[in-house]
């Protein structure tokens, strides 16, 4: 294991230790990952770091600075103790300064594979052979990673509070290309556990999207039905979660702030099939058991049947507020249900399949209005059949808006997005904007 809890302690307690300063949090980050790097169908990189970061942060009289380091003997553990210190005493005034948390409650976490953990250089080739296999066998160009990591995080403080959490993760991703350079195809996988990523799966999607967008045809921008697979939803819906923020809200600066003034939780914004949560005790997807400062994650719905029912809130903002603070969540889990992508398909007369975005970019905060573009696979659907491959678009659209329109979702699946555990399942959407056409494959 990279670090365990009786190790992430005792570090703590010797930095600790050499406080002189009354308010000191002391957090340990550490990780054991690996990666393979593959091109042109044949390995180019592999590699393998572990390594420790020790972040002390000092505080007195509202004013703090943090230091940080990796070594984790006492001797150097002293000098980085004493350096954020010097550091806090030169620093202004911080009137939003909180004092440290005392001991919390977590919820138990059981989110490391061992599995996992114990993947290597072998484990690794073993997977990219078994990505590659399907694009050498149909003569198609592949690049792709295979990605894990074993990784500790901990959090103690001088008002007697210790936190830590250990997790695993695997990730697999691919494109192919066809010789003749008109048809691209991506597919990937995340999990926690190594069962959980199919990579079989992964390489024969990746391969057959290829030689579906070969030689694609321009359609004319304008409005359409759209079927996002799993990973072109989460990109856009990426700005969504990030602009839940209650603080934000309230200064009227983003999406949730009502005009006029107010916040909009308890409204209906999204459609009614539209459910958000997070939960770091989720059987299938856990996540972190705590927060910025040592607060508790808990099980959360953000959204249900469509309204909004809270936003993140810090512990400051909470207070001067009169309300509980929620940390930002470790996951991000939206409902959905048992249908495959095939049957949501089906259920489309005409409309656009997006595989995946890219270049995506926040345009209007308060709106949500986000652009980017198509890629790896971009289908024309007609009478609930992929009917031809067509040339990437620029849409101009936002993640509220998709959540309005939505007409289906599918079975939710895990994405890699942003360092956290999403969950999202393909969507069927109506209305959503393509501005203009793309060449770009």
């Keep these: 294991m990279t670090l365990t809890a009786k190790e992430a302690k005792t570090i703590t307690q010797a930095a600790l230790k050499a406080a002189t300063l009354k308010e000191i949090e002391v957090r340990v980050e550490a990780s054991r ?64 300064q909180m004092p440290p948390l005392g001991p919390q409650r ?50 103690a403080n001088s008002a007697g509070l210790f ?28 999990a926690g556990r190594a069962e959980g990523v199919d990579v079989e799966a992964v ?8 030689e579906l967008s070969r030689d694609p045809e321009a359609i004319a921008p304008g409005s359409y039905v759209v079927i996002l697979e799993a990973a072109a939803a989460a990109e856009l819906l990426s700005f969504l979660f990030s602009g839940m923020n209650q603080r934000a809200a309230d200064e009227g600066r983003s999406f949730f702030a009502r005009p006029g003034g107010g916040v909009r939780v308890g409204e209906a914004l999204f459609h009614k099939s539209v459910t958000l949560r997070s939960d770091p005790g989720d059987r299938a997807h856990p996540s972190a058991i705590f927060g910025e400062g040592g607060l508790p994650q808990a099980a959360t719905t953000w959204i249900e049947g ?26 991000w889990l939206l409902a959905g249900s048992q249908a495959p992508l095939a049957d949501l398909i089906r259920g489309v007369d005409r409309g656009v399949l997006v595989t995946r975005f890219w270049y995506n970019r926040l345009v209007e905060p308060r709106t949500l209005l986000a652009t980017g573009l198509t890629r790896d696979g971009t ?5 609930g059949k992929i009917s031809r491959s067509i040339k990437n678009l620029r ?12 007409l289906a979702l ?32």
């Design 306 to 331: 469509g309204v909004v029912k809270a936003l993140p809130c810090g512990r400051y903002w909470a207070q001067r507020q009169g309300g509980a603070p929620r940390p930002s969540p470790g996951s």
């Design 379 to 383: 289908f024309l659907v007609e009478g």
């Design 33 to 96: 990952a690996g990666y393979l790097r593959f091109a042109n169908n044949q390995a180019q990189t592999s590699g393998a770091t572990e390594r420790i970061e020790i972040s002390v942060t000092a505080s007195e009289g509202g004013r703090s600075a943090t230091a940080t380091g990796t070594a984790r003997d006492a001797k150097g553990l002293a000098a980085l103790v004493g350096r954020a210190e010097a550091l806090a005493r030169l620093s202004p005034v911080d009137p939003e």
């Design 203 to 210: 390489a024969a999607r990746a391969a057959e999207k290829a």
């Design 106 to 155: 977590y919820v138990e976490g059981a989110a490391r594979d061992p599995k996992v953990a114990a993947l290597g250089a072998d484990a690794r080739a073993e997977l990219a052979g078994k990505l590659m296999r399907p694009a050498n066998k149909a003569r198609l160009q592949a690049a792709g990673m295979v990605e894990h990591v074993d990784r500790a995080s901990a959090l």
């Design 410 to 441: 599918g079975t939710p699946e895990r994405v890699a997005l942003g360092g956290r555990v999403v969950v999202v399942p393909p969507m069927v959407v109506a209305g959503f904007n393509f501005a203009s056409q793309s060449d770009a494959v």
């Design 395 to 406: 849409y101009n659209e936002s993640p509220a808006t998709l959540l309005k329109n939505v």
């Design 163 to 190: 936190a830590f959490y250990a997790d695993t993760e695997v990730e697999v991703s691919m494109t192919c290309r066809t010789g003749d350079g008109t048809g691209s195809g991506w597919a990937g996988a995340i």
